[in-house]
């Protein structure tokens, strides 16, 4: 039982190791600024985090085999040096590792959330509900209209519960159900949830970050590449949960606002 | 064994009950309300499985109808998802390896006859019944049990039935549920902490507790903190949605187009709340795990565990730094992101009490002459699987690659391995290790070493493809994945639905095994393993008040093998010096 | 069968501290709730604390003393302990007035319009109250039990109970005062 | 033999009865002045299978008008002097497909059983929010059997569907068998109305009721509405 134990923890790691070389499933094609740092930090972990799995796996292997025959009798042997060693060995390395880490992973994160956001920034409004996102562009006078929560008719299609008769802004806003780009221009996303918790994840851009009712959160990201690729939720929200999704279209710029005229001339 | 005349001072007697109320229901005696723990977690594991075979057969067959179940609803999938996960953390991962094992045998290792309070200790268990209870009522409740998630993140939890099936009385009931629940932890944890501090016997100083007493004492500890900041924030979520109060519901909500009249609460005040209890349970649930494994490998590998005082030490840094951490659950929640790097470290740092006490039993594995009993497979198990489970927490801890893969199956991967199947492998590694002790009987070794290989395959069948799951961007906690939307993915997700069948059959070998030998097993000796510890010092099962009548002295560590004893190669804690 | 002997004495006391700082922290965790909720809430409105607390805050901290006070009589001989075990009733009986008193601070405030959903600071005060109420009916209830075995006879494991009693009642009176300080200064 | 013959023809005889003797019926044409809010363009965007189905955008009907000031989708019912009337056997039915409610407005009788379909290649769910009756919210995955349900009380029920917000619409519950509907042309007709004075209620979503009385006789009494629309 004991070898086939050993066998059996040496089979696993080497097969599931063998998946995760192959990339047989791997994270979609990046298409964002902070993309690669993330692509490039999640690699070195998986080597770090890769090479202490093959490595103690195969240990813990090697000791069963090695012991494995309990008729023998054998003497029975400390381990060399006792525990010391052990420990300032496992602090050391694995303090080295995470101070590596750390550093250069916050510096990803502060990209990625806490940079600030350059002032040619399209500004989009973004509005979670049970169980859709809407997207609202400020149109012409480039300022958005104020929401009012009463006001929200989602069957005459005032998703953000404007109010055009007293509100000049809101008149031209442009409101839709997906999410279209400049390619190559900062986005700043401003974040708010109608009912629940919603969140935002688009797994090519790298990016996720949850809507919280009562507040609103500010998120930014430039595209790098055209291309069409979802959105979806990932704060459980409720029956739909699995549903709710949307699209997100980067286009070239030329594109990009033809489409926003088109979308505008239907409001 | 030695055994003292003169008994300490006493208050009062209180002698054997003999009506069997009293004896097997409401009874006051440690050993029988382990077994009632125990009895609890095995029905609470059981259901808690079969919700999970239900999910993933409608996550490999979306259009298929289920059996006894039928076509398998978007709000049936989420409340058997939140149900499984309530009852695993809860009524399994916290009762089997703390509250079970840790009744049965806490008194017992410090020399005691009993608990300082049994009557708390009676009601501990019945509460938390109770609590079980209330919670699988919610199946039959009108739009069914709750489906927010064993989180319960408010405001979906808190504003009521218009958010979705489950979201009523449901939800309710989880609430109330989950408020009982800790009610009868604090009492048991209350009982745990003075039995170890003010009933240790002569001798027993604190350096000479088994590690598995250590576990237990500290994870009450730990369990104590965790579930005093969890009752009151059960009590407000509970007033939001009965009382009409805004604890954790903002103003301006509109759910299916009306206007809720709430104003002013926080939604991340319940993260918190949630999480400083959520991250500390996870180590309410592995901790135990630690202290069996380190108590029972010595016990088969004939020599003492390496660095006895290190590893203490490093269940006692993990528990405290526990304590650190909750916000990496919160790193894209909306908080502060500057906050994520401040949690992000102490996380990192757990890792390293965790490799050290891995790499501890590694080194007392080398040189030894390991007996591969089931309980020492199920040892080395949980070493293999803890490392996996641990390793990709190296991900998630850092908030820049979290914000790819948190909500992932990466996560499910993650938190499945390092707490529940390592969690569970302690537990089995317990089973067989005591059931000699708590039963008078031997468990079938054959069946036993079957039901490890098995399960161990098995484990690694479902919970590793997970991880590439979660490297594909695979999100967790969705019904179905439609055509568009990571489609590709159905093969895997079929894979681990065989897997996760294959793994649940068998443990029907494990049910059998056990219901077997309750009543036609080998008689057991006292000391089937020739282990040290105190219970080993009396009889297979331990008479009504653990000892009959001695008293015993401690003269010896927890683990005094591969020397010259009396019997052998080892010295009992009880034998004379 | 060998009957089981009773726990020492000493751990009624440990088990007492153990439980203090449960409480504790579920007090922390409630005022902690407090403090996110208050910052950044427009809807926070302040209120007068029914000048009914400060009488019972006075109440309460007296039942301490006569509390005490019994504690260092309870003896043996008969009539100490008969008088041991007045000073205790009275100890009881006031922290009944106690509760009574907190009743009547919520009638106040029900008077006023201030109900549990009214408002957050007016939530947060019932919630406090009511809180510490309920952990106070247990110290009643030790109390009561302690008043019991006083009457009847004076063993080692009295002591035991009524200093663990007493030191539970002493930490009440402390979190009142933590609580009215807490309610006086934020609502 | 005789008799079972007799019995027969009696049957028979009974089941060909006429209807109550010259039943009238209410006609009109509902209207509207002033400028109705435009209807908005759905984007679907979420949900191709839906999307698809669509050539050009469907848009929202709370305000749905036709040629020359029709209003259609008001609901016009006796709400006085109706002598009784039961609950008709037969179900209504209820369509959702191409992500939307089909009928916008579907009116039934107290008690009478509603069954709801779903003809897409999503999961709907469907959510009343009565004011009268329990609410209820249930799923309805692709290629599952018609739900079918019924309300106790008179009612005007909003009707959506949370996995397509867009999807909207009313179930109306009357304790009158004795209604119309108004087509895209603005016209209804209220037939099977014994002789008698009535007062009629028209309902519409988004611009109320409106109530006249009405004498019906041998001849169909005419009854129109002009509701006074505004553009927000």
């Not at chain 2, 005082?309 to 502060?336: D, E, K, P, Q």
């Not at chain 3, 922290?95 to 109900?115: E, H, K, P, S």
């Not at chain 4, 008799?3 to 009865?17: E, K, P, Q, Y």
């Amino acid at each position: 039982m004991a070898k086939l134990f050993a066998v059996l923890v040496a089979f696993i790691t080497i097969v599931s190791t063998a998946i995760f070389v192959a990339h047989t499933w791997w994270l979609p094609p990046d298409i964002s600024v902070v993309g690669p740092s993330i692509d490039s930090q999640l690699l070195e972990t998986m080597v770090a985090a890769g090479v202490l799995f093959v490595v103690s796996q195969f240990t813990l292997a090697l000791f069963v085999w090695r012991v494995s025959d309990e008729r023998k009798e054998r003497p029975i042997r400390r381990f060399p040096g006792g525990a010391t060693p052990l420990v300032v060995l496992a602090t050391a390395l694995v303090g080295i590792e995470v101070l590596a880490l750390s550093l250069v992973g916050s510096k990803i994160w502060y990209n990625t959330f806490l940079a600030p956001v350059p002032a040619n920034a399209l500004k989009v409004d973004v509005q979670a509900g049970q169980f859709a996102f809407y997207f609202r562009y400020p149109g012409p006078d480039g300022t958005f209209g104020t929401p009012h929560p009463d006001k929200i008719d989602e069957g005459a299609g005032n998703f953000f519960g404007l109010d055009p008769a007293n509100d000049i802004d809101a008149r031209d806003d442009i409101v839709t159900a997906e999410l279209a780009v400049p390619v190559n221009r900062p986005i700043l996303l401003t974040m708010h949830a109608k009912d629940v918790s919603h969140s935002f994840y688009v797994p090519e851009l790298r990016l996720q970050q949850d809507f919280v009712p009562g507040l609103v959160i500010p998120l930014h990201f430039t595209a790098t590449q055209v291309a069409k690729t979802e959105i979806v939720c990932t704060q459980l929200c409720g029956l739909g949960h699995y549903n709710m999704k949307t699209y997100l279209e980067v286009m070239s710029a030329a594109d990009f606002d033809k489409w926003l005229k088109d979308q505008a001339a239907q409001q | 064994m030695t055994t003292v005349s003169t008994p300490p001072p006493v208050a009062h007697h209180h002698g054997p009950p003999t009506r069997f109320i009293q004896k097997y229901i409401f009874s006051t005696d440690h050993k029988v309300i382990g077994k009632q723990y125990l009895g609890l977690a095995l029905v609470a594991v059981t259901t808690g499985m079969v919700l999970s075979w239900y999910m993933r057969f409608h996550l490999a067959f979306p259009d298929a109808k289920a059996p006894g179940l039928g076509l398998i609803t978007p709000e049936q999938y989420l409340q058997l998802m939140t149900m499984h996960g309530t009852i695993m953390v809860f009524f399994v991962l916290t009762t089997a390896p703390f509250a079970g094992f840790g009744n049965f045998f806490l008194p017992i290792h410090v020399g005691a006859e009993d608990m300082p309070f049994p009557h708390f200790n009676m009601m501990s268990f019945w509460v938390t019944l109770t609590a079980f209870l209330v919670l699988v009522t919610s199946f039959v409740v009108p739009e069914g049990p709750a489906l927010a998630g064993w989180t319960a993140y408010a405001p979906l939890s808190a504003v009521g039935s218009g958010s979705g099936p489950g979201e009523g009385l449901g939800q309710t009931l989880w609430a109330i549920s989950i408020a009982i629940f800790c009610i009868g932890q604090l009492l048991g944890g209350l009982n745990f902490i003075c039995t170890v501090l003010d009933m240790r016997t002569k001798g027993l100083s604190l350096a000479r507790l088994p590690y598995v007493t250590w576990a237990w004492f500290i994870t009450s500890v730990i369990g104590l903190i965790a579930f005093s900041v969890l009752l009151p924030a059960c009590i407000l979520l509970i007033l939001d949605r009965v009382a009409g109060t805004s604890f954790f519901i903002p103003a301006g909500l509109v759910v299916n187009d009306r206007l809720l009249n709430h104003a002013g609460g926080s939604p991340l005040l319940w993260q918190h709340l949630f999480w400083f209890f959520g991250h500390p349970e996870v180590y309410i649930a592995i901790l135990p795990g630690f202290g069996i494994i380190s108590t029972i490998m010595p016990a088969f590998a004939r020599k003492p565990l390496l660095g006895p005082r290190v590893l203490i030490g490093c269940m006692a840094a993990i528990g405290f730094l526990s304590y650190t951490v909750w916000g990496h659950h919160m790193f894209l929640s909306g908080m502060n992101p500057t906050s994520a790097m401040g949690f992000s470290i102490p996380t990192l740092i757990i890792t390293i009490p965790a490799t050290i006490a891995t790499l501890l039993w590694i080194g007392t594995l080398y040189g030894s002459r390991y007996r591969f009993t089931t309980a020492g497979l199920f040892c080395l198990g949980f070493i293999s699987v803890f490392v996996t489970g641990g390793l990709s927490g190296f991900f998630l801890a850092q908030p820049s690659i979290d914000t790819y893969l948190h909500a992932t199956y990466f996560v499910v991967a993650h938190f499945h391995f390092v707490m529940a199947v390592a969690a569970i492998f302690g537990i089995f590694a317990g089973t067989y290790f005591w059931f000699p002790k708590m039963f008078g009987r031997m468990m079938n070794e054959t069946l036993g070493k079957w039901h490890f290989a098995l399960t161990f395959t098995g484990v690694y069948g479902v919970f590793m493809p997970m991880h590439y799951l979660g490297l594909a961007g695979n999100v967790r906690r969705y019904s179905s994945f439609p055509a568009e939307y990571m489609g590709q993915a159905l093969p895997l997700h079929r894979w681990i639905t065989v897997a996760a069948l294959f793994t649940g059959a068998v443990q029907l070998i494990f049910l059998y095994n056990l219901i077997r030998s309750r009543f036609a097993g080998e008689p057991a000796p006292d000391n089937p393993w020739e282990a040290t510890s105190l219970e080993w010092s009396t009889s297979s099962p331990p008479p009504f008040d653990n000892f009959g009548g001695r008293h015993l002295v401690v003269s010896h560590g927890p683990d005094e093998y591969a020397v010259k004893g009396p019997r052998g190669d080892y010295i009992m804690q009880a034998d004379p010096p | 069968m060998t009957p089981k002997l009773g726990a020492p004495p000493s751990a009624a006391r440990t088990g007492v501290w153990v439980g203090m700082g449960a409480i504790a922290m579920s007090f922390a965790a409630y005022t902690s709730a407090m403090m996110v909720r208050r910052e950044g809430a427009p809807d926070w409105h302040h209120f007068q604390l029914p000048s009914i607390l400060y009488v019972n805050t006075v109440i309460l901290l007296a039942s301490s003393v006569a509390l005490e006070v019994g504690r260092r009589r309870v003896g043996d001989d008969y009539e100490v302990r008969r008088a041991a075990h007045r000073y205790l009733s009275l100890a009881f009986g006031l922290g009944v007035a106690f509760l009574i008193g907190q009743v009547l601070a919520w009638r106040d405030l029900a008077a006023q319009g201030l109900f549990l959903a009214t408002n957050p600071s007016s939530a947060f005060f019932y919630v406090f109250t009511a809180a510490h109420g309920l952990h106070l009916i247990g110290g009643l209830v030790g109390l009561a039990y302690v008043l019991r075995r006083v009457r009847l006879a004076v063993g080692p494991g009295t002591y035991g109970a009524l200093g663990a009693v007493a030191l539970y009642w002493h930490f009440m009176d402390a979190l009142w005062l933590y609580l009215l300080g807490v309610l006086a200064l934020w609502l | 033999m005789m008799r079972t013959f007799a019995i027969l023809g009696v049957a028979l005889l009974s089941a060909s009865a006429p209807a109550p003797y010259m039943a009238g019926s209410v006609t009109g044409t509902i209207t509207f002045t002033g400028t109705p809010p435009k209807m908005k363009p759905i984007d679907m965007a979420k949900e191709p299978s839906c999307a698809k189905q669509h050539a050009t955008p469907i848009e929202t009907e709370n305000v749905v008008t036709g040629p020359n000031n029709a209003l259609q989708y008001v609901v016009i019912y006796v709400s006085a002097g109706d002598q009784g009337s039961e609950t008709p056997a037969t179900p209504v039915h209820l369509d959702q497909k191409g992500c939307q409610y089909i009928p916008h407005v579907v009116v039934m009788h107290t008690a009478q059983s509603l069954e709801i379909a779903n003809n897409d290649q999503t999961s709907h769910n469907i959510h009343p929010l009565p004011t009268k009756n329990p609410e209820w919210n249930k799923s309805q995955p692709p290629g599952s059997p018609p739900i079918v349900t019924k309300y106790e009380n008179a009612d005007f029920i909003p009707v959506k569907c949370n996995v397509h917000p867009w999807m909207h619409g009313y179930h109306i519950v009357l304790a009158t068998s004795h209604f119309g509907v108004s087509g895209n042309d603005g016209t209804y007709t209220i037939s099977g109305l014994p002789p008698g004075k009535y007062t009629l209620t028209a309902w519409h979503e988004k611009f109320g009721t409106m109530t006249q009385d009405v004498t019906v006789g041998a001849q169909p009494a005419k009854a129109d509405f002009q509701f006074k629309a505004t553009p927000y």
